[in-house]
């Protein structure tokens, strides 16, 4: 008698692990329980018919039907896709032994141990050993080859069963038995692949049999697979048969298996457009960071531009303070938006690369260079606007003192001329005696003497206007207006002069008798009170200087003045005693003078006022004109300190500039050192910020000092900035540079010893040492890599390297270049042929079976992306996924 234990024991022993637990081995008194007989002979036969009925045939009693070995011998070849050993069709028992002895050697053959299990027990119909038997084929045909991620046979199926009910509710699977008698857990496994077969949501619990007889139709009906099991023989064991159970499942698994290959190659999809999808998203925010740039220097630049010039001092200093904040304020962050968009353009062209995607073209107008140039015309207008600023600052003060001049030359002149019209115009000396008449003759000559030395400041007031004018002064109008009716009035003082000599000389003759004394005043008193005019006008003078050399100029012109005022003094003497002689001759005479002099209306008291009225100016200008020096010497405090800080950080700028150049060539170690020093690097350089912010201060102080050049630096507060802005660039571009080789190395395998035989290997060739090498030093460095080049091969290389047409290999190219000639990624050809495995082989897939493939963001973005598919075998809503999978690579990959 056969050990029918010991076989099934050794048999899963030999099937790569224990397909049960000890507790749950085969055992032979569990047969005695009709209950599970019932389930395997019913479970085992469907089985069998579920293969036999290929070849046209099929089972009734399953101890009867295998005796004499033909149909199991079909069996096998059915389920195997061998042919066996041609039976024996005679009748005899040796006939019927030889048949399935010959089926037995076959699954021997198979690497399975037959133990205890011989031909004349299934030839006797013994049910235990047929049993045995059939579940050793069901082992080793339908379970073994199981596997689910690194587990195989029955722990791959369970743990495939639970991978697949996990999402559904009041569904726990946990063996083979009980975890299968309510029905929900077959139902679970049929609406995870066929949705549309089952509610699952109207099913209870607490109704095991309809769930089952549920399951078991839909999986009869729709899935091929046979009805193995009764729901009430589950229901009413406490619990059913193991093997029942799983050879029943099995049949679910190898129905489904279809999918599990699809779930494979959605992963392999999922993959590959994670990376495109992570890609686009780069894309698109360097996109926008890129069209927001571009959008604030296209508004920003026609401020900068616009040269429309404020009327007032006022407006042209608001001007230049919202300059200043621009500077200070909008434009530094625009700055790290600039740095941070090449950063983000390198890094995603590096993931691209790593991938084996194509480059990243920018839409139109938003390259990297394209960004750069309106930056560069951004600058250009800022430097040409600040320019302008200043010069505008110095017109509108040029034309204030220009307007004041002309005010009080302008007041000046109308004081003088105020009545004179009326006195030329007079008819006294229709009436008047001949002394009288030779009086008045005389008094006219006089006042032309007067109008002849008051032609220059008309003309200086002409030439005011005239200036102010060429520099557009914005109250132009009054100016010409004032002018025009001075100069007017002036024609018309002219015209009434020469008409009042005509007449003074046609009574001539008719005057005879002069008073010397009173011409002689009158000639001299008029040149003098000229003098102390024009003398006062000047002392009350505004003055605009920029240098203490100019305000020195004006103290030595002023001390030269003052040098003149004893001669002056002289001459007021002079005239007073002329004054003083008409006087004691009248008293010695006894004349009565009128108290008038006839020829002038100078008198000796508006002289000893205007006289009184320079010596107070005088003072007055020594101090204007000392706190005029002392703002100068502070001014020149101010050029001397900030050129002290100038001098200083300038230099420094452009030494660490070198250094950055130097390191990036000479740096050892690995990447990661190489970058922690590049940042140490980088954190010495932010912390020297508060030498530039103490330099802008300085310069704030400069320009609210009105300080327009600066003898004692060559450099300028915008050389500091443009300085200070390319080295902070420049080291944040340098560690970039090593975060994307630390992203190829890891990307791609490499090591540190290939990294630095590829720096060691570079640096040789770089002969120049500016980290560019240009084509013949590059062919020489793959020349000595072992590369043979002809001339078509190394312009494909050059056109990879420097795809830009710019003749110069970076070490980064160089890497990228190296690696991708060692590595290998996903292809086109790769995610085409997974999603032909989701199509079922078919030329196009549709949106349906997307959906049910990959995840719901992921299939939303194929079918969005997917054309029409236009083959002759197109159905209706059929996607093309081949030129889908061609454009995620680009069109050189195929």
Not at 21 to 33: F, G, M, T
Not at 86 to 94: F, T
Not at 608 to 634: T, Y
Request: hydrophobic share 35%; glycine share 4%.
């Amino acid at each position: 008698m056969v050990d029918y234990h010991e076989t099934n024991s050794q048999l899963q022993q030999l099937n790569h692990g224990d397909y049960m637990q000890p507790e749950e081995d085969w055992d032979r008194d569990l047969l005695l329980d009709p209950a599970w007989e019932r389930q395997q002979r019913k479970t085992f036969t469907a089985w069998c018919n579920s293969h036999l009925r290929k070849a046209g045939t099929q089972i009734e009693v399953i101890e009867e039907d295998f005796r004499d070995g033909l149909k199991l011998m079909l069996l096998l070849e059915v389920i195997s896709g061998e042919r066996l050993p041609k039976p024996e069709r005679g009748k005899m028992r040796v006939h019927k032994i030889n048949n399935v002895n010959k089926a037995l050697d076959f699954i021997a053959s198979k690497g399975v141990k037959l133990v205890s299990i011989g031909a004349e027990e299934i030839v006797d119909g013994n049910v235990k050993m047929t049993l045995g038997m059939i579940w050793t084929i069901i082992l080793r045909f339908a379970i073994q080859d199981i596997s689910v991620e690194e587990t195989s046979a029955k722990e791959g199926l369970l743990l495939w069963c639970q991978r697949k009910t996990a999402p559904y509710k009041n569904v726990n699977v946990q063996n083979f038995h009980i975890s299968w008698k309510d029905g929900l857990a077959f139902n679970a496994l049929i609406h995870r692949h066929r949705p549309e077969l089952i509610d699952y949501d109207k099913l209870r619990k607490d109704d095991p049999l309809t769930n089952l007889n549920n399951a078991f139709e839909v999986a009869e009906k729709y899935l091929d697979i046979p009805k193995m099991l009764d729901a009430e023989d589950i229901v009413n064991t406490a619990r059913p048969d193991e093997k029942a159970i799983m050879t029943y499942v099995s049949c679910f698994y190898h129905a489904f298996s279809g999918a599990q290959k699809a779930e494979t190659a959605a992963n392999r999809i999922c993959k590959v457009l994670a990376v495109n999808q992570e890609n686009e998203h780069l894309m698109e925010d360097y996109e926008k960071l890129a069209s927001d740039l571009l959008e604030w220097i296209r508004q920003t630049k026609p401020w900068l531009e616009n040269r429309e010039p404020e009327k007032t001092m006022q407006a042209m200093q608001q001007k230049l303070e919202d300059f200043r904040d621009y500077r200070r304020v909008h434009k530094p962050p625009k700055v790290q938006e600039k740095c941070q968009l090449e950063i983000n353009f390198n890094t995603l062209q590096t993931k691209l690369r790593l991938s084996n995607r194509p480059a990243f073209m920018p839409s139109e107008g938003k390259m990297v260079s394209d960004i750069n140039n309106a930056w560069q015309g951004l600058e250009q207008a800022e430097k040409g606007y600040e320019e302008w600023l200043l010069n505008e600052i110095r017109r509108l003060e040029r034309l204030d003192h220009l307007a004041e001049k002309f005010r009080q030359k302008a007041t000046i002149h109308e004081d003088w001329t105020k009545d004179k019209e009326a006195m030329l115009t007079q008819k006294d000396y229709e009436t008047a005696t001949l002394a009288d008449i030779k009086a008045l003759l005389k008094k006219h000559e006089a006042f032309e003497s007067d109008l002849a030395a008051h032609q220059d400041r008309v003309e200086q007031i002409a030439a005011i206007a005239q200036e102010l004018n060429d520099l557009d002064y914005y109250d132009s109008p009054n100016v010409n207006a004032r002018c025009q009716t001075i100069c007017d009035h002036w024609d018309t003082l002219g015209s009434l002069t020469q008409s009042r000599r005509d007449a003074l000389e046609r009574t001539e003759k008719l005057q005879e008798t002069i008073d010397q004394l009173y011409l002689e005043y009158a000639k001299r008193a008029a040149p003098f009170n000229n003098w102390m005019e024009g003398a006062m006008e000047d002392l009350q003078d505004m003055f605009i200087v920029h240098t203490t050399e100019e305000i020195q100029g004006l103290i030595a012109a002023h001390e030269q003045f003052k040098a003149t005022l004893p001669d002056a003094d002289k001459e007021r003497e002079a005239i007073l005693g002329i004054h003083n002689e008409m006087m004691k001759i009248a008293q010695s005479y006894d004349i009565k003078l009128s108290g008038v002099n006839p020829y002038t209306s100078i008198t000796s008291e508006s002289i000893n006022d205007k006289w009184d009225k320079v010596q107070q100016l005088v003072p007055a200008r020594d101090q204007a004109l000392q706190a005029e020096f002392n703002k100068q010497q502070s001014n020149e405090h101010l050029r001397e300190q900030f050129a002290s800080t100038a001098n200083i950080v300038g230099p420094w700028i452009q030494t660490k500039m070198q250094e950055i150049g130097r390191i990036s060539i000479e740096m050892h170690g690995t990447l990661e050192d190489q970058l922690n020093q590049l940042k140490q690097y980088e954190n010495s350089i932010i912390n020297y910020k508060p030498n530039i912010e103490k330099l802008e201060q300085d310069h704030q102080l400069i320009q609210e000092a009105l300080i327009f050049d600066n003898k004692h630096t060559n450099y300028t507060m915008e050389h500091i900035r443009v300085g200070w802005e390319q080295l902070l660039t420049t080291i944040a571009r340098t560690i970039n540079e090593v975060e994307n080789q630390i992203l190829t190395r890891d990307a791609k395998g490499i090591s540190q010893e290939q990294l630095n035989e590829f720096r060691s290997s570079f640096n040789h060739f770089d002969k120049k040492r500016t980290g560019l090498m240009d084509a013949d030093d590059f062919r020489a460095l793959l020349i000595s890599t072992g590369y043979s080049l002809g001339e078509a091969e190394f312009a494909r290389i050059m056109s990879v390297v420097a795809p830009n047409n710019t003749e110069e290999v970076s070490f980064q190219a160089f890497i990228d270049f190296m690696s991708r000639e060692t590595t290998d990624t996903d292809t086109a050809e790769q995610v085409m042929a997974s999603f032909k495995i989701l199509a079922g082989d078919k030329s196009y897939i549709t949106a349906e079976e997307l959906r049910r493939e990959l995840p719901p963001d992921q299939a939303e973005y194929c079918i969005a992306r997917m054309a029409p598919y236009r083959g002759a075998d197109a159905v209706p809503g059929a996607l093309d996924y081949m030129s889908f999978s061609t454009a995620l690579y680009g069109e050189s990959d195929l």
